[in-house]
């Protein structure tokens, strides 16, 4: 039997190990490039010249350059989290909400995010595990806010 606030194997926290109002700061940061907007935004079919015509964004955009794609910007910001809280311990995540992109992000800034956890509660259906509500945020590198996300998971509970 697992001793009280040991991780998952793989390096996860369990349901009970999440207190509300606690902030993680996240270990891994990330200077974004031209290559992943690229990448990400031809991988999932997204013709945008915002993301992928340097010539149209420096002559007719207010940017002068290339946005990140705000789905990559999201995913790397929940992606950042789950080396330091839900490795191993996700059941599933049950859904996003307030998804919002204050600022923008450009090739070459260096990402970093925190995760606050702003709720939690049992699972009605399943006595194995619980709903952790967090509020992930991402900052680039001279800490303007480019993302913020609530995002409902499904975790385990610590086995008994």
Known sequence: MPAEGERHPRGGMYFEDFDAGRIYEHRYRRTVTE???????NMTLNPQPLHIDRHFCETET?????????????????GMSVSDLTVGTTIA??????VKFPAPLFEGDTVRAT??????RESRSRPD????????????????????????????????
């Open 35 to 41: 290559m992943d907007n690229m990448l990400f935004s």
């Open 62 to 78: 207010e940017w002068g350059q290339p946005l990140m794609n705000s789905l990559f910007t999201l995913g790397l910001m929940i």
């Open 93 to 98: 995540n049950l859904g996003m909400a307030e």
């Open 115 to 120: 995760t606050e956890v702003i709720g939690k």
């Open 129 to 160: 595990a619980g709903i952790v509500e967090f509020l992930h945020r991402a900052y680039k590198q001279d800490g303007t806010l480019v993302a913020e996300c609530k995002r409902q998971a499904f975790m385990k509970k610590r086995p008994v």
